[in-house]
């Protein structure tokens, strides 16, 4: 393993009953940069993070992180894997039986051993980083709208300070100006962390703006990768027909 | 050909079976984790304490209504009933053995499988389904532990003090009916109440009370966890954890019954 990667995927499997998902996927992620992962809809993005994250149990192959290995680890490593990433799910997943600086604070409160009065001080602060004011910390998740949902998910998964942040098609489902902000965001937070972060999305304009480098996955496979510049250029079929949304090309989509 | 036909025949027949074994499995196993991680740290004092009350508190109402109409049918069927033998006197007894070894505890976690368990399997089905329970794993926070294992706690811990409850407020229904509708003198219903009293027929009540409380919690917790594909999976995993539950609670008052009384 090379000193320069955060994250080595070798040769992963994974498949539920005959589908298979992932099938041989090669992957290095760098130490500080951000990698989006490019792919249509059920091509496996999730999967892919979930098995880094050790929530599933790929047949076949390795991840490192850190030079250390995921794939079968038991519970105990697996949470001092978790203490050091941060995840922003794609619906948010806020714990709605807790109020928002409780859910931004929650690790803190948790594991961290912070009391009360210093773990909401903090919440507030990692709050203001994601542009909420102070008066969003006491209400309930429920309570708030799509975007404020994402930056409320953005701050618990920074409040940490995570190395490694995983990011959920971060900008699904909100409008164009508010996908622009938590681009932002997401940029000036990892960038404040020095974290690497792994982002998946089907969002171009998202992929442009937040990405060192761009991987395309394909049929469980990484069909191409490299920079936003180099992208631009590629004549790679599958990656042209994705970055042009067209219908015709390599890519069947299964209806 | 035939043979085709009756290999095809034992697949048909066999896949359901294999399905069953395999959740009866994995039912298993949950079980166990469930009872391995209720005896290891860390412990989440706050989430039993809320499941506590929960389970607890907020089930008194029902608890109380279900066992007082209890107490007082059984004094009214038993009167009339016994009256064919002339053994009228013996309400009071009947009472006492009806309610606190079977009425207590076997209504009263059919009402708190029905308030309960399905509360249970709707949040975590609900969590399950929006990703909760993954973001729990990724806060370095193990989601068994923090949402299974206290509500297994507060069931086990909760359901006998409901049922000892249960036990009181349905004696005295019988107390009410006995007194002011069937004429007895209250002090010798009472006496009658006193002198029966054996500590057998508490503590049997108590222990199935335990085992109900547990039930309800597993159930709950169980289909909750393992639900799947949103609004529809959660629905469907609150009617299993009641109606699993429910028959559960039945089958395990026999087996009970059975154990302490067969002889």
């Known amino acids: 393993m090379s000193e320069e990667n955060k994250i080595e995927i070798r040769n992963l499997h994974k498949s539920f009953g005959k589908k298979i998902v992932l099938d041989g996927i090669d992957l290095d992620i760098r130490k500080g940069e951000s990698l989006v992962v490019i792919g249509g809809s059920g091509t496996g993005k999730s999967v892919l993070i979930k098995c880094i994250q050790g929530l599933l149990r790929p047949e076949e192959g390795s991840i490192l992180v850190d030079g250390e290995e995921v794939v079968g680890i038991d519970e105990e490593q697996k949470e001092k894997l978790h203490s050091k990433m941060g995840m922003l799910f794609q619906g948010g997943a806020l714990f709605d039986s807790l109020s928002v600086w409780e859910n931004v604070a929650f690790d803190l409160l948790e594991n961290k051993g912070y009391d009360k009065r210093s773990a909401k001080n903090e919440a507030i602060r990692v709050l203001r980083q994601v542009g909420l004011a102070p008066d969003v910390a006491d209400l309930s998740p429920s309570e708030l709208s799509g975007g404020m949902q994402k930056r409320v998910g953005l701050a618990r998964a920074i409040a940490s300070k995570p190395e490694i942040i995983f990011f959920d098609e971060p900008t699904t489902g909100l409008d164009p100006i508010m996908s622009d902000v938590i681009n932002d965001l997401i940029i000036e937070s990892v960038k404040g962390l020095g974290a690497t972060a792994l982002t998946i999305t089907h969002d171009m304009a998202s992929a442009r703006k937040i990405a060192d480098r761009v991987a395309m996955l394909y049929k469980g496979k990484i069909v191409w990768q490299g920079t936003v510049k180099e992208m631009d250029k590629t004549t790679n079929e599958y990656v042209v027909q994705f970055i042009n949304g067209s219908s015709q090309g390599p890519i069947k989509v299964e209806v | ?263």
């Open chain 2, 1 to 263: 050909m035939i043979l085709i036909k009756i290999q095809k025949f034992l697949r048909r027949q066999g896949k359901p079976l294999v399905a069953f074994i395999s959740r009866l499995g994995e039912f298993s196993l949950f079980v166990a984790q469930a009872i391995y991680n209720c005896l290891t740290p860390p412990f989440y004092f706050r989430n039993l304490g809320r499941q506590i009350a929960d389970i607890g508190f907020y089930s008194l109402p029902v608890v109380g209504l279900t066992t007082i109409f209890a107490g007082m049918v059984i004094a009214l069927q038993s009167y009339s009933g016994f009256a064919r033998f002339g053994a009228e006197s013996a309400v009071a007894s009947v009472v006492l053995i009806s309610v606190t070894r079977e009425l207590a505890p076997v209504l009263s976690a059919l009402m708190v499988a029905g308030r309960i368990g399905a509360a249970m399997a709707a949040e975590i089905g609900t969590m399950r389904v929006t990703e909760q329970i993954d973001a729990l794993t990724t806060l370095s926070t193990n989601p068994f532990k923090y949402l299974v294992t206290p509500r297994i706690l507060a069931g086990l811990i909760v359901m006998p003090l409901l049922v000892l409850i249960g036990d009181v407020i349905g004696i005295f229904g019988g107390y009410v009916v006995g007194v002011y509708k069937l004429g007895f003198n209250p002090a010798n219903y009472v006496n009658a109440t006193l002198q029966d009293l054996q500590p057998i027929d508490i503590t049997t009540g108590l222990v199935k009370a335990a085992v109900f409380g547990f039930i309800i919690s597993i159930m709950g917790c169980y289909n909750g966890y393992k639900s799947k594909g949103g609004a529809q999976g959660v629905g469907t995993a609150t009617t299993n954890a009641v109606v699993s539950a429910s028959i559960l609670i039945l089958i395990f008052n026999y087996i009970i019954t059975e154990l302490f009384f067969s002889k």
